[in-house]
């Protein structure tokens, strides 16, 4: 049974850092692509960084972007979400999503990934 697992999440103040963790069990974690997804109250799912499907290389979020570090470590299958300088708009559940990458679908999108963990809360107060 493949499962991610995402921790990490808490509630934090504008300007503190977080670290979130996604366990992945159950495939094959160097074959895999990943990349993290949040969701806000009444908002589409949205690409906060990933890593392309054509040559692994990190790719961040327009809002993210300087502030969020990705990073995967394949001798424990993790992969991690390094949140800096965190904002009020950063508040949303976090989810961690995996896929091979065959789909031929561009991987900022959700629809390109066919596992995904129960997610975790961030709250980012002002």
């Known amino acids: 049974e493949v499962q991610l697992v995402e921790s990490g999440g808490n509630l934090v103040k504008t300007g503190e850092s977080l670290r979130l963790l996604c366990a992945v069990s159950?495939?094959?974690?160097?074959?895999?692509?990943f990349g993290w997804f949040r969701q806000a109250p009444g908002k589409e799912r949205e690409s906060v960084s990933c890593f392309t499907f054509s040559d692994d290389r990190p790719v961040y979020g327009d809002s993210v972007r300087g502030r969020f570090t990705i990073s995967r470590d394949n001798a424990k299958n993790t992969v991690y979400l390094q949140m800096n300088s965190l904002k009020p708009e950063d508040n949303s559940v976090y989810y961690c999503a995996a896929d091979l990458g065959r789909t031929g679908r561009v991987e900022i999108a959700a629809s390109a990934y066919e596992y995904w963990g129960q997610g975790t809360q961030v709250t980012v107060t002002s």
């Open positions: 159950g495939l094959s974690f160097d074959d895999y692509f």
